[in-house]
């Protein structure tokens, strides 16, 4: 949209980030996301609507490293690539925030859609293709939900029992890679969004 448009009233469908560029919502263009607009969005979007123990917020970038951690746990030899995927799997929450699952169910489709078209100019823009591979979707699947289970039972407040029937009990997490392992520790802002910055540039294509 034109500056003219939206001085005739026209409504504004994109966004000003603070590395400058304009990102259109209904249109993302690959050009215009930055990695560091996604770490300071992902930094400050709270997982579980705020609703976690602990001085800070659960960030959605915090998750995102635990899922990328999870992913390679559970597959070791996982290309790098597939964990840069891992780590940008939430990475449209920067623009859109977090919304818990029941009222994504509840807006339908049409979210979901927007949320997809977002995260496919992510994955181009990162040299990585729109749709991954079903093998590598179901592999971050798994860990998004091992993940949910050990935020719920950490810092959500969920009972062990209840975490097992909603979100199911994580298989494969034995050993180093047991929750004792993975015990979550909510950072600030900043620490998480350099954090993230951190995985990224180990990540990124050469």
Request: contains cysteine; charged residues 25%.
């Amino acid at each position: 949209m034109s500056t003219a448009d939206i001085k005739k009233g026209g409504a504004r469908a994109w966004q000003r980030m603070l590395s400058g560029r304009r990102l259109d919502l209904l249109n993302p263009s690959p050009l215009d996301i930055e990695i560091e607009d996604i770490a300071h969005g992902l930094a400050r979007v709270a997982r579980w609507n705020g609703q976690t123990k602990g001085e800070h917020a659960f960030s959605v970038a915090q998750h995102c490293l635990l899922v990328c951690d999870l992913c390679v746990h559970f597959n070791s030899t996982l290309d790098q690539r597939w964990q840069l995927a891992s780590l940008l799997h939430d990475a449209a929450e920067y623009v859109i925030g977090d919304l818990i699952s029941p009222f994504k169910a509840a807006i339908g489709l049409n979210y979901k859609a927007f949320e997809n078209r977002l995260l496919d100019a992510v994955h181009i823009r990162f040299g990585l293709p729109a749709a991954i591979p079903d093998h590598v979707a179901k592999l971050i699947k798994r860990a998004d939900r091992a993940s949910a289970f050990l935020e719920a039972t950490q810092l959500a407040g969920f009972e062990d029992r209840e975490a097992a029937q909603i979100f199911s009990r994580p298989r494969g997490l034995s050993g180093r890679g047991s929750a004792k392992f993975f015990k979550l520790e909510p950072k600030g802002v900043q620490d998480a969004e350099a954090l993230y910055l951190q995985k990224f540039n180990r990540l990124k294509p050469i």
